[in-house]
């Protein structure tokens, strides 16, 4: 399966592209520019502040500084809003980076909804920026502009979760077979147990006739 076809697990901000959590990628470039940094907040007059969103599908995760650490929970929706406006209820803002704890973003807010993992439930598979272009790229669904970026996100289902493959039991021509029935093993051990034997031997003597 295609990575981007699996379900975000884990999304943050961070200040810097170096400070990415354990087992996050950072989207650092935009999709239709590898040029152009895919920046979420711009510059002041006084001194530059870099934001960068980062994404991951790994689970469980392991590290506390995002949101989402718990391994049972997809993103199944995110939204960008004015920054004055409400946040949509069972969402919660990137407001702050998860590296140095710096404010998340100017003007808009990025608002997602992590929810239960549940087997083909909707979800957010794949988060893209575009510089260039007005227009998403196949499969994917523009949701708003962010510091001159058009943010594009493709949706997709949580698969099921495959059970461990079942160990197969050696090949045997006996029946039935004693590595795969336990209880035919438990009664071959009893009667292969051997009988005590005694302290104190039965060997007659033989004397001497006088």
């Known amino acids: 399966m295609n990575e981007t076809q699996l379900p975000i697990t ?40 870099d934001r960068f969103l980062c994404i991951t599908r790994a ?20 939204k960008l809003i004015n920054e004055r406006d ?10 702050y980076t998860s590296d140095t704890r710096e404010k998340g973003t100017v003007k808009k807010l990025i608002c997602v909804k992590m929810v239960d993992r549940q087997p083909g439930m909707k979800c957010i598979c794949d988060i893209v920026f575009l510089y260039r272009s007005k227009r998403p790229p196949q499969f994917y669904t523009l949701i708003g502009d962010i510091n001159g970026l058009q943010m594009c996100v493709k949706e997709g289902t949580v698969p099921a ?4 493959p079942a160990v197969p039991y050696p090949q045997s021509n006996l029946y039935p077979n004693p590595m795969a029935d336990p209880s035919y093993s438990t009664s071959q051990q009893q009667q292969q147990t051997p009988y005590p034997v005694s302290d104190y031997s039965n060997t007659n003597t033989l004397t001497k006739k006088k």
């Open 10 to 49: 884990g999304i943050c901000l961070v200040s810097k592209p170096n400070n990415v959590p354990t087992g996050y990628h950072c989207i650092r470039k935009a999709f239709d520019d590898t040029n152009r940094d895919a920046d979420l907040m711009a510059d002041s007059i006084l001194e530059r502040k």
């Open 59 to 78: 689970w469980p995760l392991t590290d506390v500084r995002t949101l989402a650490g718990d391994c049972a929970r997809v993103l199944e929706d995110i």
């Open 86 to 95: 409400n946040v949509p209820p069972n969402y919660t803002t990137l407001a």
């Open 161 to 164: 979760l495959r059970p461990p």
